[in-house]
């Protein structure tokens, strides 16, 4: 293996700030990907006051617009250090009112879904789900019929991870020597989670307080793995590596990067598959191998109706963050709406009331919209293209809202 290069002196600074925010939110530093001796002395270096990594912070953000840098590494940086310096507010105990703090954080706009859009999907859910009796008994139901145990799960991940790796590479290539560990864990506020742990590996946590679904397999781990956060990581990397881009050379959470990463996560999965592959693909290799027998023709047209409660979590965070609703009432607007089960809906409580998390669950139903809307205006070649550009390439979420607005060509150059 190579020496990993060191740090630009941008990169430096980015680095400084974003171990100094990692002192006072623990976990904001999903990855670090740079050399040892810096990450010695960035873990040595003296605590710094939320008033000092302000300070730190605004400075680096003052020093991008001189850097002899491409206007999209200016962009996506600038992006990049507001996000966390608003990440340094917060710590700094200022009041940041909720749609705010999540503007800041991921560079879009939140906002709440009506109800009488889920209202009307889960009129179609009626009429989809088998059984009689109220719509979210049934949907509960209906998934309990695809549940399947931990060591069930990993020999249905056995024959699923493959054939996912197999289809990326007709889209993009992927470094030598890159893999996937997978482990089953428990007690997290997340249902699977990738650690990227440099050079092209991954591990995949798939957590097992919650049940596992047979038909939600694929698409987890077309998500945590093939072309999702694995993938992205794994490509994203050489802009570090072979670029020299110093900032590559970690991944924190809660800035725009994040939506982006998660837009290309909830993809993934039709990335590689149309809806008829997708049901051939369910039939004949994942059922069989987790000993079950399904509908797949009738689960994507559930499927297809669930994607439009997607947003519920953010509505329910909006709830809890903004009008200040009682926890009960959130569980309670997350088994209505989200369809979900008491345990599953207090589970997505948790993740939305962490203090880490809580702005963060807007990147899953946002991505997916932005993401999907800009690669969906393009043909089929196109399409794979800008899929790539999203993979290997700097990109604000504002940056796709700009080139979805503008035009339905091809990228701009």
Same mark, same amino acid.
């Not at 009738?298 to 994607?307: D, K």
């Given at each position: 293996?190579?020496?990993?290069?060191?740090?630009?002196?941008?990169?430096?600074?980015?680095?400084?700030?974003?171990?100094?925010?990692?002192?006072?939110?623990?976990?904001?530093?999903?990855?670090?990907?740079?050399?040892?001796?810096? &990450?010695?002395?960035?873990?040595?270096?003296?605590?710094?006051?939320?008033?000092?990594?302000?300070?730190?912070?605004?400075?680096? *953000?003052?020093?991008?617009?001189?850097?002899?840098?491409?206007?999209?590494?200016? $962009?996506?940086?600038?992006?990049?250090?507001?996000?966390?310096?608003?990440?340094?507010?917060?710590?700094?105990?200022?009041?940041?009112?909720?749609?705010?703090?999540?503007?800041?954080? @991921?560079?879009?706009?939140?906002?709440?879904?009506?109800?009488?859009?889920?209202?009307?999907?889960?009129?179609?859910?009626?009429?989809?789900?088998?059984?009689?009796?109220?719509?979210?008994?049934?949907?509960?139901?209906?998934?309990?019929?695809?549940?399947?145990?931990?060591?069930?799960?990993?020999?249905?991940?056995?024959?699923?991870?493959?054939? *996912?790796?197999?289809?990326? *590479?007709?889209?993009?290539?992927?470094?030598? $020597?890159?893999?996937?560990?997978?482990?089953?864990?428990?007690?997290?506020?997340? $249902?699977?989670?990738?650690?990227?742990?440099?050079?092209?590996?991954? &591990?995949?946590?798939?957590?097992?307080?919650?049940?596992?679904?047979?038909?939600?397999?694929?698409?987890?781990?077309?998500?945590?793995?093939?072309?999702?956060?694995?993938?992205?990581?794994?490509?994203?990397? &050489?802009?570090?590596?072979?670029?020299?881009?110093?900032?590559?050379?970690?991944?924190?959470?809660?800035?725009?990067?994040?939506?982006?990463?998660?837009?290309?996560?909830?993809?993934?999965?039709?990335?590689?598959?149309?809806?008829?592959?997708?049901?051939?693909?369910?039939?004949?290799?994942?059922?069989?191998?987790?000993?079950?027998? $399904?509908?797949?023709? &009738?689960?994507?047209?559930?499927?297809?109706?669930?994607?439009?409660?997607?947003?519920?979590?953010?509505?329910?965070?909006?709830?809890?963050?903004?009008?200040?609703?009682?926890?009960?009432?959130?569980?309670?607007? *997350?088994?209505?709406?989200?369809?979900?089960?008491?345990?599953?809906?207090?589970?997505?409580?948790? @993740?939305?009331?962490?203090?880490?998390?809580?702005?963060?669950?807007?990147?899953?139903?946002?991505?997916?919209?932005?993401?999907?809307?800009?690669?969906?205006?393009?043909?089929?070649?196109?399409?794979?293209?800008?899929?790539?550009?999203?993979?290997?390439?700097?990109?604000?979420p504002s940056q796709i809202a700009e080139w979805g607005t503008r035009d339905a060509g091809p990228l701009p150059a």
């Amino acid at each position: 293996m190579r020496d990993k290069p060191a740090l630009d002196d941008l990169g430096q600074g980015y680095a400084r700030l974003a171990f100094g925010i990692e002192r006072h939110i623990p976990g904001f530093i999903d990855a670090y990907l740079g050399p040892e001796d810096a &990450r010695a002395a960035l873990n040595g270096a003296p605590p710094l006051t939320p008033a000092e990594l302000l300070a730190m912070g605004r400075k680096l *953000l003052a020093r991008i617009p001189a850097l002899d840098a491409p206007a999209t590494r200016k $962009g996506y940086l600038t992006k990049q250090v507001e996000a966390m310096l608003a990440n340094v507010r917060r710590v700094a105990g200022e009041e940041i009112p909720y749609r705010e703090e999540v503007r800041l954080l @991921f560079d879009i706009e939140p906002r709440a879904t009506p109800e009488a859009i889920y209202d009307a999907a889960i009129a179609d859910l009626d009429h989809l789900l088998p059984g009689d009796g109220p719509v979210a008994e049934r949907m509960v139901q209906w998934r309990n019929g695809f549940t399947i145990a931990p060591e069930t799960a990993h020999r249905v991940v056995d024959v699923i991870l493959p054939a *996912l790796r197999e289809r990326t *590479l007709d889209i993009v290539d992927l470094p030598d $020597g890159e893999e996937i560990e997978i482990r089953m864990v428990s007690d997290q506020p997340w $249902g699977g989670y990738n650690w990227y742990l440099g050079a092209g590996r991954s &591990r995949v946590d798939l957590n097992t307080d919650l049940p596992i679904y047979a038909y939600r397999l694929t698409d987890l781990l077309a998500h945590e793995g093939y072309p999702g956060h694995h993938t992205e990581h794994a490509l994203k990397e &050489r802009l570090y590596t072979e670029e020299g881009l110093g900032e590559h050379a970690l991944q924190i959470i809660n800035t725009p990067e994040c939506l982006i990463s998660e837009g290309i996560a909830t993809v993934a999965e039709k990335m590689l598959f149309s809806p008829e592959e997708l049901v051939r693909f369910r039939r004949d290799l994942v059922y069989p191998a987790a000993g079950i027998s $399904g509908d797949p023709e &009738r689960e994507l047209a559930i499927g297809a109706a669930q994607r439009v409660l997607r947003s519920v979590p953010g509505n329910a965070a909006l709830l809890l963050h903004e009008e200040r609703r009682d926890p009960e009432e959130v569980v309670t607007y *997350l088994q209505r709406y989200a369809l979900s089960s008491e345990a599953e809906a207090r589970q997505r409580l948790r @993740f939305i009331a962490d203090p880490l998390w809580r702005a963060y669950i807007f990147t899953y139903h946002v991505g997916y919209e932005l993401v999907s809307r800009w690669l969906d205006d393009a043909p089929p070649a196109e399409r794979r293209r800008r899929f790539r550009t999203l993979l290997t390439e700097q990109i604000s979420p504002s940056q796709i809202a700009e080139w979805g607005t503008r035009d339905a060509g091809p990228l701009p150059a």
